[in-house]
């Protein structure tokens, strides 16, 4: 350097380290070492980190939310079934009468399980009333054309009967006049 300022260097030394007295370059300033204030030489408490006060706290809360869904879908969501594309297949039976009518009483309830045979409900009776005694009257008027034709049947014979016993009359009649004529 061409200045005629002389150069000062600022040499630190390591902390505990003896200084020794610069001898080789009157210019160089060596700052002594400083010791450290009388509070600054117990050891500072650690301070706890954020790290590891949050990283519990955010493990148990991931851990009960764990926990609660699982509950949940132990409880309820294995049970809800979604999807897009799904089919429902059945055991179904189909049930027909024989007869038509108005339902008078259901015998079974919902879910229920039946054997086949077993009556699962009972049809108003009231119009198969109405037909059986509308049956009934039309029994008995047969049964008075029957009586009607039968006794038809027995005038006829007595009608024959009665020609009959005239033709036998007319044939003895007849008879008589021939006798009486020779």
Same mark, same amino acid.
């Given at each position: ?120 409900? #009972?049809? $108003?009776?009231? @119009?198969?009333?109405?037909?059986? /005694? +509308? =049956?009934?009257? &039309?029994? !008995?008027?047969?049964? %008075? #054309?029957? $009586?009607?034709? @039968?006794?038809?049947?027995?005038? /006829? +014979? =007595?009608?024959? &009967?009665? !020609?009959?016993?005239? %033709?036998?009359? $007319? ?12």
């Amino acid at each position: 350097m061409s200045s005629n300022t002389p150069a000062t260097a600022e040499v630190r030394p390591f902390p505990n380290a003896k200084v020794a007295p610069a001898t080789e370059a009157p210019d160089v300033h060596v700052q002594p070492a400083v010791a450290p204030p009388p509070e600054a030489e117990a050891p500072a408490k650690k301070k706890r980190s954020v790290r590891s006060f949050l990283l519990p706290i955010i493990g148990l809360a991931l851990l009960s939310g764990g926990a609660w869904y699982g509950y949940d879908y132990w409880t309820t969501g294995r049970f809800m079934i979604s999807t897009d594309d799904a089919y429902v297949q059945a055991d179904m039976s189909f049930v027909s009468p024989k007869i038509s009518g108005y339902v008078d009483q259901i015998l079974v309830s919902e879910n229920q399980q039946v054997k086949a045979g077993d009556p699962l409900l #009972t049809i $108003d009776a009231g @119009d198969y009333k109405i037909a059986v /005694a +509308q =049956a009934e009257a &039309q029994i !008995a008027t047969l049964a %008075k #054309t029957l $009586d009607r034709i @039968d006794a038809q049947t027995k005038a /006829a +014979q =007595a009608s024959l &009967q009665q !020609a009959q016993a005239q %033709k036998v009359a $007319d044939q003895a009649a007849a008879d008589n006049a021939g006798r009486a004529q020779q």
